[in-house]
């Protein structure tokens, strides 16, 4: 295995883990706000199936998108360190 692709899974198994740690307890604590609010003025299953997997969309989206670009800015901070001690 080449190092670009070395480090390519050690950054792609990092943000796993990292959005594992991150979304569990945020799964639980969404689907808790959602069962407190939302929820119980929809009438039937399938309204609450969809509306509450439209929010979780939303906001694992956002999140991601925030995590996945902290993770690559630190990741191309640790390379630049590298190359630069080379040269």
């Known amino acids: 295995m080449t ?7 050690k950054e792609a198994t990092t ?15 969404l ?3 959602a069962n407190r609010t939302f929820l119980s003025w929809m009438e039937t299953e399938t309204e609450q199936i969809f509306w509450t997997s439209v929010y979780l969309t939303i906001v694992f989206s956002a999140v991601a998108i925030t995590r ?4 690559r ?3 191309n901070k640790k390379n630049l360190k590298k190359q630069a001690k080379k040269t």
């Open 31 to 33: 689907l808790f706000v």
């Open 68 to 71: 996945k670009t902290y993770v």
């Open 73 to 75: 800015l630190y990741f």
């Open 15 to 29: 943000d796993t883990l990292l959005a594992t740690v991150i979304n569990f307890p945020l799964n639980m604590l």
């Open 3 to 9: 190092k670009d692709k070395k480090a390519a899974l």
